[in-house]
């Protein structure tokens, strides 16, 4: 069964670093997510992506973060100068038509920022 | 925006009864109630979901029941056994956004 794939698994970074995460959805798949997961908290949506351009963000989606899908295959994370509070675990998810469907999620990246 | 509050945050259960697990929704145009179990260090992974046309839909030992007026769905595993213990999350999506919003979690623990 096609699952998503995301690397790296796990991520240490400085702060100030950039970091950029990486994920394949399923290959079909037209809408991509991501969303995040505080250590001992609820799972968080941060943006959406359809058609080559970002559908959805969220309040935490701020101008630190972008999104990007270079190839017909990756879909990307990106975080320009990483802050304590970004340590978190980060989810690639994405489904098959809309926005409206089942959301299969990657196995996640863990930053941790120091 | 949505919110959704789930209880209990922990729930210990003997191996072979059931487990009740309950959320609740602030957004009455949300229309779609997936539940994901995530097990110790892996992906969150869909078990069951309901849309808001249908009150209750069952799958072997799993059923999610949803009461749009009262804005609160539960999910039900009946005859539980070792392998359903997880942390289990509802989520909600509104009837115009693409996230999901999900609930704290409930790490469900099978006592043999």
């Known amino acids: 069964e096609p699952e998503v794939t995301q690397t790296p698994s796990h991520q240490v970074t400085q702060m100030g670093q950039e970091v950029i995460l990486r994920c394949v959805p399923i290959s079909n798949h037209l809408y991509f997510y991501w969303y995040r997961q505080i250590l001992g908290q609820k799972v968080e949506f941060l943006v959406s992506?359809?058609?080559?351009?970002?559908?959805?963000k969220s309040e935490i989606f701020d101008d630190q973060f972008s999104v990007e899908r270079p190839d017909g295959s990756n879909f990307t994370l990106k975080i320009r100068s990483t802050k304590l509070e970004d340590s978190a675990m980060y989810f690639c998810?994405?489904?098959?038509?809309?926005?409206?469907?089942?959301?299969?999620f990657g196995p996640g990246t863990r930053l941790l920022v120091l | 925006g949505e919110n959704v509050e789930q209880h209990p945050s922990t729930l210990s259960v003997q191996e072979g009864d059931s487990a009740v697990i309950k959320c609740t929704y602030s957004d009455s145009a949300s229309n779609y109630f997936p539940w994901y179990k995530q097990e110790l260090g892996k992906r969150p992974q869909l078990i069951i979901d309901?849309?808001?046309?249908?009150g209750e839909k069952k799958d072997q030992r799993i059923a999610v029941t949803l009461n749009k007026t009262a804005k609160h769905f539960s999910l039900h595993i009946t005859e539980t056994q070792p392998e359903d213990s997880a942390v289990y999350f509802c989520?909600?999506?509104?009837?115009?956004?693409?996230?999901?919003?999900f609930g704290k979690g409930t790490h469900l623990i099978i006592q043999p």
């Open positions: 309901i849309r808001s046309n249908v």
């Open positions: 998810a994405s489904t098959l038509r809309t926005g409206k469907e089942t959301q299969y």
């Open positions: 989520a909600a999506q509104g009837g115009g956004a693409d996230g999901l919003t």
């Open positions: 992506f359809y058609n080559n351009e970002i559908s959805e």
